[in-house]
């Protein structure tokens, strides 16, 4: 409201690609740790994460298309690995709200939250879930 258009300037992104997206996750959901916070705890040990999120800030409830933004897409990447991220869950909220978006579960064997960052830090040898990663980033560029 009051802004420029999205396709003035930096304002206008092509895609978007979310890596491990709490944004669909956890708080939307309903497991927001603000609100659990409230009640006296805290940190939120129903997911385990930071003590100040609210769902009405960390939420996409909405699709960026319909506003011109990420007309080239959005993509997700998740572990199925990820003990902080419950993927079946995000899988059907980013899809509630985003149903264009290109969701992709990494498979791979003895992955956890964060493990395609450790590859990444170790140089890139052995590294299934970095190519994963690439692989999505690289359809988001093109």
């Keep these: 409201d009051g802004l420029p258009s999205p396709s003035a300037g ?10 491990e997206p709490m944004v669909f996750g956890d708080t939307s959901a309903g497991l927001s740790c603000g609100m659990v916070n409230t009640l006296g705890l805290d940190i939120n040990l129903a997911s385990l994460s930071n003590r100040g999120g609210v769902p009405w800030k960390e939420t ?6 319909d506003h011109g ?7 997700v990447y998740a572990n199925l690995g990820d003990m902080l991220l419950e993927v079946k869950s995000t899988e059907a909220f980013c899809q509630k709200y985003v149903p264009g978006a290109r ?7 003895g992955s956890f ?3 395609f960052l450790v590859e990444v830090w170790c140089g890139g040898i052995f590294a299934p879930c ?5 692989t999505l980033v690289q359809m988001a560029v093109t």
Excluded at 10 to 19: D, E
Excluded at 60 to 65: G, R, T
Excluded at 130 to 134: A, K, T, Y
């Design 103 to 109: 969701f992709h579960i990494d498979k791979t064997w």
């Design 60 to 65: 996409m409830f909405y699709n960026p298309s």
């Design 10 to 19: 930096f304002r206008s992104v092509h895609s978007a690609v979310f890596l």
């Design 113 to 115: 939250h964060g493990r």
């Design 130 to 134: 970095l190519s994963h990663v690439r």
């Design 69 to 75: 933004q990420c007309l080239g897409g959005v993509y």
